[in-house]
């Protein structure tokens, strides 16, 4: 038998070691494809579920989680800003991406590695009274998060005649720090529910 | 007169104790301020040297759990502050600004750690191609010479 005779044998055996010698490395060249660079943001009620309170009585305390993912493939800092308002007030928009104007009760920051999740639990509860001369109004007096009552009485909610109740918006709209500015920028997400405050 | 006079001094110990107190409120306030704003600029620094060892590729989530809890302090101090709460927000700032001290060099650390085995894991790379397309060449090579020899004895067999 000539060594001539496997010289293709000769040449797949080399080929194929060559290929399984640079394989290794290969792998740290080739580029896969990358899932879409995203934040997920969720809402969860006080038994952990997406089960909410739709009522609420003055000074009643509310459990809430506010949960975020990071899949942006970088750690990011975010805040969670804490607003309230009335039916008419200015309220953030999925179609324009845009934030309320409504200044923040209070903000919560942390940080979240990348493909993690932060879960993030609130103890909300709303103080409002009854407008003693206008009828069918409510005057918010302040909001306690946390244990901290912080005083918020520029909102006032008037009877909603359509669902013969006073209804108001508790929400939750997610900032990320912009690394080049140094500033929070509003992330486009925002989670929140209505309320119905009796009297 | 006497009566004027216990008067008179009632109300200007009022007076100042009402300015003491204010001024004490009023340095409370900005004491806390200044923590909060403190805190902040803590936060930012050690956040920066983070996302920049992350960059290199570093593994940073080891630093996210003191970052967070100082995250978490400095959102009681601020919550605290919109409370009113002025001597509680000033400690949490205090204690926000301490969870952050070292993590600025660790990051540095761990990006220092990452650039020495991102270099030597780039010359194994160079390396490891290095001999497989030598292989591959060899292999070539090889194959040529005997393809060359195989013709040479056809060859040399016709001729016969």
Known sequence: MKLHSFRTVIFVLTAS????????????????????????????????????????????????????????????????????????????????????????????????????????????????????????????????VNGVTIGYNSTVIDWDIAKAGFYGNLFFELWRLNETTGAFQYHQRYVGLWLKLAT | MTKLTITAGFLLASLLCSTLFITSVLASQENAQVAIIAAKKAILNAYGAVAQAESTGADVKSLIAPLNEAAVLLSKAELSYAGKEYDLAYSYAKQSQGKVVGVSQQASELQQDTLIATSQSNLHTFLTLAAAVSFLFAGIGVWAFLNKQEKRRSHETTLV
């Open chain 1, 17 to 144: 070691l060559s290929l399984l010698i640079a394989s290794p490395s290969l792998q740290k060249l080739l580029v896969f494809p990358v899932g879409d660079k995203i934040s997920e943001m969720w809402l969860l009620g006080p038994s952990h579920k997406v089960e909410y309170p739709s009522n609420t009585t003055t000074d009643e305390n509310l459990r809430l989680y506010v949960v975020v993912n990071n899949h942006l493939g970088s750690s990011a800092y975010y805040s969670v800003e804490v607003k309230f308002r009335n039916q008419t007030q200015s309220e953030p928009n999925s179609f324009n991406h845009t934030h309320s104007t409504l200044p923040s009760i209070c903000a919560f920051n942390f940080f979240v590695a990348d493909n993690q999740t932060y879960e993030l639990p609130m103890d909300i509860s709303l103080g409002y009274e009854l407008d003693r001369k206008i009828p069918l109004r409510l005057n918010m007096q302040n909001v306690t």
